[in-house]
C-alpha cells in the first residue's frame, strides 16, 4: 500500500500546489498507516492560510527508500490530535497549536513549547507535570544553570533518590529565528541561520543553503560540495571529542577530560585555518562556500589530522579501558529500541538504541552522494552506547578527511556560483546529518522571491524528550551524565 | 599497576599544552578576521556598498565610514561588497573596551583605545582572584562554548586567578552572552540583583552588545545598553565584541580589566 502523499527525495524542489490535501481524517490515518510500516515525523508543521484557516504540512522519511512524503490537510481551529497513538508527534502538535493557534483535541499535555507570545505567562509560569503522594518530592532546577550553558528549567518528580518523572521546559532561548528567514534571502537571513545553533553552524547553514539553491534552481560545484563536506566532519569532530571530554569530566576522569578539551580546540582551528573562524561562520553561502584550501592546506591538514588521532586514540582507550569510567557509564540512562522508535529519535541518540539512522547514508546530499561514511550504531541505548557511537563516528570521520583531502575535486571559477532569485510556489525539504543528528529545513516560496513559510527542526526537537526518558527510574545524581550524554540545543530547540 | 602505567604512558604522550600567552602572542591563522581595518582614503565617492550589504547595521556614513565592532559579526559581507577593497580583517585579536563608544572605529582608527584597567582598590580587591557567574541569555550556544574553551589546559583560565562559578552569590559578576530574550530577562534580573556590591558587568559577543543577527526581534531586548534594562543592568563594565569572539579575545579583555597588561601591549 502506497501513501497518498507527494514523493520527494532530499533538497528536491516541487510545486508546492502539488502536494495532496486530504481530508484531517484521511491525513490522520495516512501518518498513523505510515509510522506503523515505520516511516518517521521528519517535519509536521502549519501555515495559515486565510482567514481562519490552516494548512497542516507533515513530512515522512522513509529511510529505507531514501525517500520523502509529503501530505496536508487543511483545519479550522481544531482537529484530532495524533499524539495519542503516535508519541513522536506530540511536541510538533503543541509547536503547531502555539504558532497557528489549532488545537490538537486529545493531545495528553498541551502547553506552549516557547511561550512566543507576549500575552503568555514566561517559560515555568504554568503548571508542571507533578505526582503526589508523601513519600515524594519536587526539585526544580535553572533557567540559570551551575556550568557554562545554555538555560532551561528541569522539573523533577522524586521517589527517594529515584526520578519518577522529568518535564524538561524549555522557550527561554527563543530569539524569533524563523521569521527572519521568511523574507528574501539576504546577508542578514544568512546571518541568523548560522546563529539557530551556534555549535552547528555549518549543519544549519548548510540546510539552509540547500534550500535556497533548490528553490532557485542553483547548481552547486562539486569542489564546493567536497569542500561543504570537509567543513561538516570537522564541526561533527569538535563537538563528539569536547563531548567524550566532557563525559569524562563528569564522572570524575580528569586526564581524558584534559586531553579530549584541548584535541576539540584541534578541530575547531582546522575549521578556523580555512574558514577564519572557529565555528566555520561565512563559509557555507548559497551557490557554494566563500574559502578554497590553498596549496599547503592539504598536506598541512592532513598532518594535523594525524597528529590529532594518535592523540585521540590514546585519549580514548585511556576512558574506554578504565574501570571506574566504565562502571559510571554502563546501564545508566537506558532508552530502549521501542522508546527511540516511538520518539522517533535521530543522530547519535538513535544510533546508540542500535537504531542505523544517518542522514549522510539514507537520504544523501551534496558530497555524501559520492563518497560513503559508515553508519555506526552501537545498541543498548546507555550513556556508554552514546558515548561508544562518538568514539566510533569519530574514527570514520577523521577517515572520511584524510581520504577526501587527498582526492579533491578539481576547483574553478565556480567555488562561489551566484544563486538566481526564488521561484515563486516551489517547495522544499532540506535534511543534513548535523553532529546531533538530522536537521530539516522546509520552506515554500511565495510571490516575487520571498520565502512565505521557512520551518526549522534541530534534532534536539525530536531528542529532548529521550533525556526525559532516559532518567526514569535513574537517581537523580546521574542527571548530569544523562544530559551530557545527549547534549542536545536549547537555542535550536528555541529558535 | 597496569592501570597505573597506562595513565602516566598517557599523559607522557599527551605531552605540556598550555599556552605561553600572554608573555607570546597567540599564534592565528592568516584568514582569521579579527579587527577590520579601513581605508578611507580608497572609498570612492558617494558608495555606500559597504553599509548596503551590512546585515547588523554596523557601518555607517557620518561624512566618513564608521564601524561598530559592538555589532559586527565579522562576516565578509563588507569586504566582499568593497569595489575598492577599503575594508580588510586584519589577524588583530585584542578589541575589548571599557565603553560603548570606543567600539566604534574608523579610517583613522590604528589601535581601538583597549579596555582600561580598573582603578587602584578595585584592583586590591579583584586583581587576583575574579569570580564570575555567566548568564547565557538567549546566547546560540557560541559564545558560551568560547567562553567555556578558557577552562581548557591550553588558555587554562585558573591560572590568572579567574574561576566561573556556580553561584551567583560566590561571584564578583556577571559575563552575560545572547540577545537577552523576553523569556530570560526576569532570570538575568534575578542573578544581578543576587550578586554582592561591588560587582560587574562583562557583556560577550555582538548579541549582548547590540543583539547581533537579532535585533529588532520582539523576542529580545535588543541589549542590554538599550535603555530597557538600564534599571535593572545599570551599567557594563566590559565590552567583548565578536561572533563569537576568539577565547584568546575574552581572556585579553578580562586580564586587561584586572591590569594584569600593560595597555597597548
Redesign the interface.
Known sequence: MTLDALITQNGAAFDAVDVPILSPEQFRREILDGVERGLRITAYFGERIGAAKTSLVCVLADDAENSLSVLSCAVRDRYRSLTPDCPQAHLFEREIAEQCDVIPEGHPWMKPVRYQSVALPIPGGTPFFSAEGEVLHEVAVGPVHAGIIEPGHFRFQCHGENVLHLEIQLGYQHRGAESFLETAPSPRSMAVAESVAGDTVIGHALAYCNVVESISRCAVSPRAQALRAVALELERLSNHIGDLGALCADVGFLPSAAYFGRLRGEFLNLLMSLTGNRNGRSFVRPGGVTFDLNDSMPADFQARLKAAEYDIQSAARLMFETPSVLARLEGTGAVSERTCRELGLVGPSARSCGMPLDVRSDHPHGAYRFSHIPVSTVSGGDVYARAMVRRIEVERSIQFLEDHLHDMPEGGQDLRNSAGPLRSGRMTICLVEGWRGEIAHVAVSGESGVLRRYKIKDPSFHNWTALAMALRETPISDFPLCNKSFNLSYAGHDL | MI?TW??LK??L??GH?TSDYPDEAPV??E???GRPVIDDTKCPADCDACEK????RAIRFDRKIQLDLGRC?????CVEACPEGAIR?STEHRMATRTREDLWIDGKTTETRLASALDQKMRSLFGRSLKLR????????????????L????FDLGRFGIQ?V???RHADGILLT??I???????VQK?YAAVPDPKWVIAVGA?AISG???QG????HRGPDDDIDKKDIPSIDLYIPG??P?PVTILDGLLRLLGRLESGA
Do not use: W
Request: hydrophobic share 35%; aromatic share 8%; charged share 15%.
Open positions: 592501570h597506562n595513565v598517557a599523559r604522550g599527551q599544552r592565528l591563522p584568514r582569521f578576521r550589504a551590512c546585515p547588523t559579526l565579522f562576516c565578509r559581507e580583517y555567566q548568564v547565557a541569555a538567549g546566547d546560540c550556544n557560541g559564545c558560551a562554548l568560547e567562553i567555556q574553551a577552562n581548557n589546559v591550553v566561573f556556580a553561584s551567583p545572547g540577545p530574550t523576553q523569556n530570560m530577562k526576569l532570570a542573578t548579541c547581533g543577527p537579532f526581534s520582539p523576542a529580545i561572533c563569537p576568539h
